[in-house]
């Protein structure tokens, strides 16, 4: 992604706190747990492949973790002419989303999948437009990132009408039937970071997020206010 580390790190962060609120209580994938040598901690291994295709948060390596823990896993970057895919524990296929959590019961391998990015033949467009439906004459500002892409686009305002202004990020080479993770980070209005996801169906793809500037659902942090779109 080309952003400032600081400012990847931070949403890497905002992201993963936000994963784990939203995950708590849902019913996991099975995995088939490795018989660990001691009682009390597990091994957690974590691998990328293909080596240098992306990073994870906790970063590559091996780790002594206390049994029962609760882990994000986190896709922090991607690189250049790849995708993320899915993660794989214990060679089982766990979850696509790029955020995720796991409870260790056992020692466990787990490998971020990444692949090479579509060719033009398999990709399309996808246009992602921003509005502030309380407030219609301000565009929003910021950007947007497609994060299993690992792509990031400054948003463009665009009037839409007399007094009505939208803003928009368009973004090429996304994959068809493909569901990604979009994350908007706001720096007017309602400043903050957002997720949503988008399943693209076809060639030419079109996704309107309106948001309300007086009205917010989840708390409020120093960094901004943090909310996920139904």
Known sequence: MNLKFETRLLIVVTLGLMVAATCFGEEETFVPW?????????????TVTPWESGFTFPPPGV???K???????QVADVHSGFEFDHWQINFINYS??????LALEGDANITAVFIEAPTSGEAGYLVIDLAFYDRPTLAPKGFVIIWELGLNETLVEVPIALNQWHSQAVFTGVRIGKTYTV????ENGIRGIYINYWTVYSKANYM?????TGYMRLLRTETGYI???D
């Open 63 to 65: 780790y002594s973790v």
């Open 227 to 229: 909310y996920i779109e």
């Open 183 to 186: 994350v908007v980070v706001l």
């Open 208 to 212: 309107h997020w309106g948001f309300t």
């Open 67 to 73: 049994r029962g823990t609760v882990i994000t896993l």
């Open 34 to 46: 490795f018989s660990s040598t001691s009682e009390e901690y597990v091994t957690l291994t974590i």
């Open 96 to 101: 696509s989303s790029p955020f995720t959590t």
